[in-house]
C-alpha cells in the first residue's frame, strides 16, 4: 500500500521541522538513530505510517523516504555559500551554470565555486578545478565545506585540504 501523499508531505514537514532544530547534519548517526527509534514509536509519525505499511518497514521509510532528502536540500541553497565567499546574492553576480554532486556555480565572470560537507572535500575541490578548467576562461575561485567537526575541525586535517586547495588554484576556502 502506498503512503498518501498528504500523508508523506506532512511527515516530511514535521520531521525536517525537528531535524533543522536540532542541527541533523552536526549529529552522530547514533544520535540520527535515536531519533528514526522515537520517531518510529511515535503514535502520530510511526502510528500514522504503520497504517500504510508492515511496522517492521517504518523506520525505514523514515530513513530512507522521508528524510533522505533532508541534507541535500540543505545543501542546495546557494544563498549562503554565495555570502561566504564575498559573492552578492542580489543578482549582481549573474549565474551562468547550476551544478550538482557536488552543488556549485559558474558565474559569467567565469568563476566556480562549489560547497558541500567536509567528509566530501575531495569531490568539492576536485569538481572546481574541472569546471572551471572545462568552462572557456574559468576560474578556480571558491569552496565552502560544512559540517566541519570531529577530525575535521583539526588544524592537521584543515592543512592537508588547504594545501590540496591551494595546488589546484582555488582562492578560497571557508570551513563552517
Do not use: C
Amino acid at each position: 500500500m502506498r503512503v498518501p501523499d498528504e500523508i508523506r508531505v506532512g511527515m516530511r514537514q514535521k520531521l525536517w521541522a525537528v531535524a533543522s532544530e536540532v542541527d541533523w547534519a552536526n549529529l552522530s548517526s547514533i544520535e540520527k538513530s535515536a531519533y528514526y527509534e522515537s520517531w518510529t514509536r511515535d503514535p502520530e509519525v510511526g502510528g500514522t505510517l504503520s497504517h500504510y505499511m508492515d511496522q517492521r518497514q517504518v523506520r525505514v521509510y523514515i530513513k530512507d523516504t522521508v528524510m533522505k532528502g533532508f541534507g541535500r536540500s540543505r545543501l542546495a541553497d546557494a544563498n549562503k555559500p554565495m555570502r561566504l565567499l564575498g559573492l552578492p546574492v542580489d543578482g549582481s553576480a549573474a549565474v551562468t551554470k547550476d551544478y550538482e554532486r557536488p552543488h556549485g556555480r559558474l558565474l559569467s565572470d567565469g568563476r566556480v565555486i562549489a560547497w558541500g560537507t567536509a567528509k566530501d572535500w575531495k569531490a568539492v575541490l576536485m569538481s572546481i578545478h574541472e569546471r572551471a578548467f572545462e568552462a572557456d576562461g574559468g576560474r578556480a575561485y571558491g569552496a565552502v565545506l560544512s559540517s566541519a567537526a570531529g577530525k575535521f575541525a583539526e588544524d592537521s586535517t584543515r592543512e592537508v585540504v588547504a594545501d590540496a586547495a591551494k595546488k589546484l588554484g582555488i582562492e578560497k576556502l571557508v570551513w563552517l
